[in-house]
C-alpha cells in the first residue's frame, strides 16, 4: 500500500510538469474551482484581528511586473472534472472519501475555504481566439505523454486520448482568481472565474483561509479620512469646493483618494505660504490646472494589491499622473511585507472602504509633474559637471524616455574628489565615462523608502552589479530623516526628487566601480603603485588610460622594487619623463587584444612594443594533468588577474617583462660559462637547431665547472657522443620554472627531449630534472627558454644498464667519439 501510494504522488507530480509549488489536495463540486490549496492558507490564524485596511497581505516571491499578493496553485484536470473520480475508477479500494480525508497532507476532516463561503459574488469572463503557433506545439512529458505547449491538451499512449488542462489560480485576502487556458483543435479559451467578498464585506489581512467575509463598517468619507488621521486635506477640499468634484461630483463613478495625513498636509501648507505661492486653500483653488486636490484623486477603485508595480494611474487633474510602486520587505523585520509608494511618497494606510471613495493615506502631499529626469538635472546649477558628461556619453536619451529609471546624481562637488585620471576621463566622456554613469543609474524607479534601517537592500544598476544601500538607525536626539548609504562610500543628501519618468537621489560621492575605472586608477586601487608611478613619471599615463581592448601583465611591487626602474623613479624620476626605453618596457607589458584567463591559451602574442610575448598553461594538480590553472608570460607567473578597466583586462606578474633580444646558441655564446656545452653543440652539428626562431625550446644548460667535476673524480664509463647527449638536454616545449610542481610515485611527471628519452621533472627546494638541479631559470630566448643546471642529465638507465661516465683520457688513450675529442 505505502508503495502504491507512493506511485500517485510521483504521478501527481508528473501532472503538474516542472513547476515546483508545494499545495494540499481540495477537491470542490464546480469543475472550474480550483482543486489545490496553497500550503500557506493552511496555517493558523494569527492572534487578535486587524483592521481590513492596516495590514497587507503576504506575497510569494514574484517579479516586479507581476500583481503583488500573488500566491500561486496549480490544478489539473485529466479526463474528469474531478480528479479523485480518476484515482477511484483506476484504484476503487480507496474508497469514495480517501482523498477528501486529508487536511493538508495530515489527517482530518476537509476544510472549506472562504470563497466557497457566504458574502462571496462571483465574476466569470470568457475569452476565445485562435491557438498561435507556438502555443499549439507539442512537447513530451517526463513520463511519456506528449503535451501541447500550453499544458492544455494530453495525448497518453497509456490512457488513451485525454485533456489536460492547468489552472493558475491567485489568492489574496479578499479575491480568489482562477484562470484557465484551454487549447484544442487550433482554439484557444479563456476561462476567468474570480471571486472576492461583496460589497461591504471584507476578511481581515493575513487571515486564515478558511476565515470567511464578515461585514465591514463603512463611514462617509471624511470620517474614514479622520480615523486614519488624515481629516485636514479633506477638510480644506471641501471648504475651498473641490471635494464635490474629487468624488465624482455624485455621479455614482467609483473614487480613489491619495489623502496626506495631517502632520504632512500641515506642513505643506507652511511652505507654500512661506513662499508666497499660495495664502489660502480658496486662492489655490481658483486655478483648477494647479489644483493640489484633484492631483490626489483618481478615477475607479484602486486596491492597492491589484496595482502592478510601476502602474501609472490618471488623476483628475489632466495630464497629471501618479506612479505606484511596490517593494517587498523581508520577513524577518517583522514588519509588513510590502511597501508602496505613490510619486516616491510613502503610502502610510491603504484600502481603507469608505461610502463615497476608497482611501489610502500618503506621509506626504503629491506634487504636479511636468519636467522628465533629464530636465532636473539640468536645471540644478549644482550638477553641471553630470549634465556635461551625460550629454556627451548619451545616457541623457535613457534619461529623456518614457521608461522608468533612477540615477544617483553627485554634485560638482564630488567630482573634485576624484583623482585626477578618472576625473579626466569623466569629463571628456571617454570610454570608462558611460560605465562609471551606468553604475548610478537603474532601470526602475528606486524610492527611499525601498530601504529600512537593520536591513541592507540591494539593487542592480544598468552594469548588473549590486549596489547595497543601507539606511542607519535613527537615534533619539535625531531630528531629520535617517541617512542612507550607497556601497558605503556615497550618501544620498536630498532623495525622492520625482520626475514625471522615475527619481534621482543627490549623492556627495562618486561611486567608483573596477569595471569602469581607467587604467592607472584601478593599478592604484589594486597596489601596483610602482608600475603605475612609472607611467606616470614617463608622462604616458593617460595615453594608457585611452587604451581600448587590451591586455595588460602589470608586475607587482615586489617584482620591481630592485629593478633599474625602481631606482631611476626614486632617485632621479627627472630621466624618466618621456623616455623611449622606459616607454618600450611599459608597451612590452600590454597585448592586444582583451584576453581574460579563461580565454588563454598557449601561443605567442604581439605586445604594442612590437616583440611578442609567449603564454604558456600549466596544470599544477597530480591527479588530473589535463586541467590548466597556472598560466605564465614569458615565465613569469599571474598570481591575480581578470581586473576589468573599462573594455580592458589587468592581469599580475610575478617579474617584470624584458623583451629577448638573442635566440638559444647567442645565449650561449654571449655567457663564458656555458663554452664547453657549446663546443658540444658545434661538435653534433647542433648550432642551427638553437637558432632557428621558429621553434620553441628549453635547453637545459650545465656550467662549465659540471664538466670539471665530472674530470677532476676520474669516474669511468664508456664515452657518450655529443650529439646524444646534448638532444638529452633540448625539449621541443617551452617548460617554465613555474610548471614544474612536486610529484610523487605513481603521479610522476616527464617530459621528452628530442633524443626521445623521458626525463622526470620534479620540485623539491628547487625544479629539478632528472638527476639536476635548476640553479637558474627561466632566462628568456627568442625561440624559448634556458635553464641552467648542476649536473648533466643521464636518463634512468634500463634494467642490467649501469650509468655511463666520463673516461679522462690517458698515456695511449684513441678517442672514440666527438665527446672523447673535446675533452
Not at 458574502?119 to 511519456?144: L, S, W
Not at 488513451?160 to 484562470?179: I, L, R, Y
Amino acid at each position: 500500500m505505502t508503495r502504491l501510494w507512493a506511485c500517485l504522488l510521483l504521478l501527481g507530480v508528473g501532472l503538474l510538469g516542472t513547476r515546483s509549488i508545494q499545495a494540499v489536495p481540495f477537491y470542490g463540486d464546480s469543475s472550474f474551482d480550483t482543486e489545490f490549496v496553497p500550503l500557506e492558507h493552511q496555517q493558523p490564524p494569527p492572534q487578535g484581528r486587524q483592521d481590513v485596511g492596516s495590514t497587507p497581505p503576504v506575497q510569494t516571491p514574484s517579479g516586479l511586473d507581476q500583481k503583488p499578493f500573488n500566491v500561486d496553485a496549480i490544478t489539473t484536470d485529466v479526463n474528469n472534472p474531478n480528479p479523485a473520480i480518476f484515482f477511484q475508477q483506476s484504484f476503487p479500494f480507496f474508497g469514495n472519501e480517501f482523498f477528501n480525508s486529508f487536511g493538508g497532507f495530515g489527517f482530518g476532516a476537509a476544510q472549506e475555504p472562504w470563497w466557497k463561503g457566504p458574502n462571496v459574488c462571483t465574476e466569470k469572463e470568457e475569452d476565445e481566439t485562435v491557438a498561435t503557433e507556438t502555443e499549439g506545439e507539442e512537447t513530451v512529458d517526463t513520463f511519456g505523454q506528449e503535451r501541447d505547449g500550453v499544458s492544455s491538451v494530453v495525448r497518453s499512449p497509456l490512457f488513451g486520448q485525454f485533456q489536460f488542462s492547468v489552472n493558475s489560480c491567485a489568492e489574496k485576502p479578499n479575491k480568489h482568481v482562477c484562470t484557465k487556458i484551454v487549447n484544442q483543435n487550433g482554439k484557444k479559451k479563456t476561462l476567468t472565474l474570480t471571486r472576492q467578498c461583496c460589497y461591504g464585506y471584507g476578511r481581515p489581512r493575513n487571515a486564515d483561509f478558511t476565515t470567511p467575509c464578515e461585514k465591514i463598517d463603512i463611514k462617509d468619507v471624511e470620517a474614514t479620512a479622520s480615523e486614519m488621521g488624515a481629516k485636514q486635506f479633506l477638510e480644506s477640499a471641501r471648504s475651498s469646493g473641490e471635494l464635490a468634484d474629487m468624488l465624482g461630483a455624485g455621479n455614482g463613478k467609483k473614487v480613489t483618494l491619495f489623502v496626506p495625513n495631517d502632520a504632512a498636509f500641515v506642513e505643506y501648507r507652511g511652505q507654500q505660504q512661506q513662499e508666497n505661492n499660495v495664502e489660502d486653500a480658496k486662492a489655490e483653488a481658483s486655478n483648477p490646472a494647479k489644483s493640489v486636490y484633484k492631483l490626489h484623486a483618481v478615477l475607479g477603485e484602486v486596491q492597492l494589491e491589484d496595482v502592478p508595480n510601476e502602474q501609472l494611474l490618471q488623476t483628475e487633474l489632466p495630464d497629471q499622473k501618479i506612479r505606484i510602486n511596490s517593494y517587498q520587505l523581508p520577513v524577518a523585520l517583522g514588519l509588513e511585507p510590502f511597501r508602496y509608494a505613490a510619486n516616491c511618497v510613502p503610502i502610510e494606510k491603504h484600502d481603507k472602504l469608505s461610502e463615497q471613495a476608497l482611501v489610502h493615506t500618503l506621509g506626504g502631499v503629491l506634487k504636479p509633474l511636468t519636467k522628465n529626469v533629464m530636465d532636473l538635472i539640468r536645471e540644478r546649477a549644482d550638477m553641471s559637471i553630470m549634465r556635461t558628461v551625460l550629454e556627451k556619453t548619451n545616457l541623457s536619451a535613457m534619461l529623456e524616455g518614457d521608461k522608468p529609471v533612477t540615477i544617483f546624481v553627485p554634485t560638482d562637488a564630488a567630482f573634485d574628489k576624484l583623482e585626477p585620471h578618472l576625473r579626466r576621463a569623466l569629463k571628456e566622456g571617454r570610454g570608462c565615462a558611460s560605465n562609471i554613469l551606468k553604475n548610478h543609474m537603474l532601470d526602475l524607479t528606486f524610492c527611499s523608502l525601498a530601504t529600512v534601517p537593520g536591513a541592507k537592500t540591494t539593487a542592480y544598476n544598468l552594469l548588473g552589479e549590486a549596489l547595497l544601500l543601507n539606511r542607519t538607525q535613527g537615534n533619539v536626539n535625531q531630528t531629520g530623516p535617517a541617512t542612507i548609504s550607497i556601497n558605503n562610500v556615497a550618501k544620498i543628501v536630498d532623495a525622492d526628487i520625482m520626475g514625471t519618468n522615475g527619481v534621482l537621489h543627490v549623492i556627495d560621492t562618486i561611486l567608483p566601480t573596477e569595471s569602469a575605472l581607467p587604467m592607472t586608477s584601478l593599478m592604484a586601487q589594486k597596489n601596483l603603485t610602482i608600475f603605475q608611478r612609472l607611467l606616470e613619471a614617463s608622462g604616458y599615463d593617460n595615453q594608457f588610460d585611452d587604451l581600448d581592448n587590451v591586455t595588460i601583465f602589470a608586475p607587482t611591487d615586489k617584482a620591481l622594487q630592485n629593478s633599474e626602474w625602481a631606482r631611476m623613479l626614486k632617485e632621479q624620476p627627472e630621466l624618466l619623463n618621456h623616455n623611449l626605453d622606459l616607454l618600450e618596457f611599459l608597451n612590452y607589458h600590454v597585448v592586444k587584444p582583451m584576453i581574460k584567463t579563461c580565454e588563454l591559451s598557449e601561443k605567442s602574442l604581439p605586445t604594442v612594443a612590437g616583440a611578442s610575448v609567449r603564454l604558456n598553461l600549466y596544470s599544477t594538480h597530480a591527479l588530473f594533468s589535463d586541467v590548466m590553472n597556472r598560466a605564465t608570460v614569458n615565465c613569469a607567473r599571474l598570481v591575480h588577474f581578470d581586473d576589468e578597466s573599462c573594455g580592458s583586462v589587468l592581469h599580475q606578474v610575478d617579474r617584470p617583462l624584458s623583451p629577448p633580444k638573442n635566440n638559444m646558441l647567442k645565449l650561449l655564446e654571449a655567457n663564458p660559462n656555458y663554452s664547453k656545452f657549446l663546443e658540444l653543440v658545434r661538435k653534433a652539428n647542433l648550432t642551427q637547431l638553437l637558432s632557428n626562431d621558429s621553434r620553441s625550446l628549453t635547453l637545459l644548460v650545465p656550467k662549465n665547472d659540471v664538466f670539471e667535476e665530472l674530470i677532476d673524480s676520474g669516474e669511468s664509463a664508456k664515452p657518450m657522443d655529443a650529439a646524444a647527449l646534448v638532444k638529452t638536454h633540448v625539449v621541443e616545449d617551452v617548460v617554465c620554472c613555474a610548471g614544474i610542481i612536486p610529484t610523487n610515485w605513481p603521479f610522476v611527471r616527464s617530459i621528452e627531449s628530442i633524443s626521445g628519452q623521458h626525463l622526470r621533472i620534479t620540485r623539491d627546494r628547487r625544479p629539478k630534472i632528472e638527476n639536476a638541479g635548476v640553479t637558474k631559470c627561466d632566462v628568456v630566448a627568442t625561440n624559448g627558454i634556458l635553464h641552467e643546471i648542476n649536473d648533466i642529465i643521464v636518463p634512468r638507465p634500463q634494467r642490467n644498464q649501469q650509468r655511463p661516465q666520463l673516461i679522462p683520457p690517458g698515456p695511449g688513450f684513441q678517442p672514440q667519439g666527438d665527446f672523447d675529442v673535446f675533452f
